[in-house]
């Protein structure tokens, strides 16, 4: 069965330093997310992307970070200066049709931010 | 923009008891409402999903309701099993937009 991958499973880092989360995308899927779980608590949107562009962001998604899908198949997420309550497990879903069907989620990318 | 709340957030039942967690949505344009199951450091699995126009929904010992003019749904699990035990999410999406808005979580035990 096809799936989202994530790379790195866990990264630790240093507040002030940025941060590259990696997502491969099922093959024939054309919308992509980051939503973000800090421990304990639910699972929130950051960012879509349709057509190789942001379709839509919310509050927590502010000019620290950004989004690529640099060469048709990884789609990244980049924290340019990590800040200690950016610690949380950042997973990369995928839909082929939209929104209103099944979401495909990565396994999770534990960031942790010291 | 949409808002979702969950109740309970801790469930404690029996093997083969029922249990049931209910979500309560805010905008009335949301249409499409999965039910995902987490596990201790794992992704979100979706379990079942319903679309606004339909009330209920089963697969196996799962089902749906949906009640749009009360903007709730509502999971039901049967004959509970120790493996049900997780956090399960209710999400809403709005239409016209693709994101998922998730509610609050409910932790279920199902003890032996």
């Known amino acids: 069965e096809p799936e989202v991958t994530q790379t790195p499973s866990h990264q630790v880092t240093q507040m002030g330093q940025e941060v590259i989360l990696r997502c491969v995308p099922i093959s024939n899927h054309l919308y992509f997310y980051w939503y973000r779980q800090i421990l304990g608590q639910k699972v929130e949107f950051l960012v879509s992307?349709?057509?190789?562009?942001?379709?839509?962001k919310s509050e927590i998604f502010d000019d620290q970070f950004s989004v690529e899908r640099p060469d048709g198949s990884n789609f990244t997420l980049k924290i340019r200066s990590t800040k200690l309550e950016d610690s949380a497990m950042y997973f990369c879903?995928?839909?082929?049709?939209?929104?209103?069907?099944?979401?495909?989620f990565g396994q999770g990318t534990r960031l942790t931010v010291v | 923009g949409e808002n979702v709340e969950q109740h309970p957030s801790t469930l404690s039942v029996q093997e083969g008891d029922s249990a049931v967690i209910k979500c309560t949505y805010s905008?009335?344009?949301?249409?499409?409402f999965p039910w995902y199951k987490q596990e201790l450091g794992k992704r979100p699995q979706l379990i079942i999903d319903i679309r606004s126009n339909v009330g209920e929904k089963k697969d196996q010992r799962i089902a749906v309701t949906l009640n749009k003019t009360a903007k709730h749904f509502s999971l039901h699990i049967t004959e509970t099993q120790p493996e049900d035990s997780a956090v399960y999410f209710c999400a809403a999406v709005l239409t016209g937009f693709q994101k998922l808005v998730f509610g609050t979580g409910t932790r279920l035990l199902v003890s032996p």
């Open positions: 992307f349709y057509n190789n562009e942001i379709s839509e």
């Open positions: 905008d009335s344009a949301s249409n499409y």
């Open positions: 879903a995928t839909h082929n049709q939209g929104g209103h069907t099944e979401a495909f």
